[in-house]
T-cell receptor
Framework: NAGVTQTPKFQVLKTGQSMTLQCAQD?????MSWYRQDPGMGLRLIHY???????DQGEVPNGYNVSRSTTEDFPLRLLSAAPSQTSVYFC??????????????FGPGTRLTVL | TQLLEQSPQFLSIQEGENLTVYCNSS?????LQWYRQEPGEGPVLLVT?????EVKKLKRLTFQFGDARKDSSLHITAAQPGDTGLYLC??????????FGKGTRLHILP
């Protein structure tokens, strides 16, 4: 099993550009989520999904869109990149969301810089 | 307002010393997890606690969940350089969201 994979690993964008961060998991997990990590801020939840076709907002959803057409994939779209979106982005998955004993498996992260 | 407050934010101690880091909230959580993150990698789960008052041990690491399920602590005995890293607590409530604290950056000096 590859676990949770994220692409690209690094990305530089100009203000106003759009892009999609890819996330895939091969563990048949229902729950997937996107976090951003900034210095001194820990991990902040952007969007999450409890299953294919179902998504919801986290703590910091503005400027980001998600969709979940399959169980395996959960892409994160930046519609018009802003310097404030410079961050490290982590995708995570777990078997069944927030239930007890649910371990979240994290991808290696995407380091995004917006100029 | 941060839902989960972790303290201290930074901790640098000598090898062999003991330490405790804290994760506090005014909210009740159905479960609370501790993760460790190495530079350039995603967090990795250390433990999940689900019952108020629960204590779990993982070698030299002892995790405790508060009786009211609002707080947790991580105690490391005889810290080693390999314990260096960012320790994150994460709480789950009943709304399908898993919220993380800001983390405690631990550095163990050899």
């Amino acid at each position: 099993n590859a676990g949770v994979t994220q692409t690209p690993k690094f990305q530089v964008l100009k203000t106003g550009q759009s892009m999609t961060l890819q996330c895939a998991q091969d563990m048949n997990h229902e729950y997937m989520s996107w976090y951003r990590q900034d210095p001194g801020m820990g991990l902040r939840l952007i969007h999450y999904s409890v299953g294919a076709g179902i998504t919801d907002q986290g703590e910091v959803p503005n400027g980001y869109n998600v969709s979940r057409s399959t169980t395996e994939d959960f892409p994160l779209r930046l519609l018009s990149a802003a310097p404030s979106q410079t961050s490290v982005y982590f995708c995570a998955s777990s078997y069944a969301g927030t239930g007890s004993y649910n371990e979240q498996f994290f991808g290696p992260g995407t380091r995004l810089t917006v100029l | 307002t941060q839902l989960l407050e972790q303290s201290p934010q930074f901790l640098s101690i000598q090898e062999g010393e003991n330490l405790t880091v804290y994760c506090n909230s005014s909210s009740v959580f159905s479960s609370l997890q501790w993760y460790r993150q190495e530079p350039g990698e995603g967090p990795v789960l250390l433990v999940t606690v689900v019952t108020g008052g629960e204590v779990k041990k993982l070698k030299r690491l002892t995790f405790q969940f508060g009786d009211a399920r609002k707080d947790s602590s991580l105690h490391i005995t005889a810290a080693q350089p390999g314990d260096t890293g960012l320790y994150l607590c994460a709480g789950a409530r009943g709304d399908d969201k898993i919220i993380f604290g800001k983390g405690t950056r631990l550095h163990i000096l050899p």
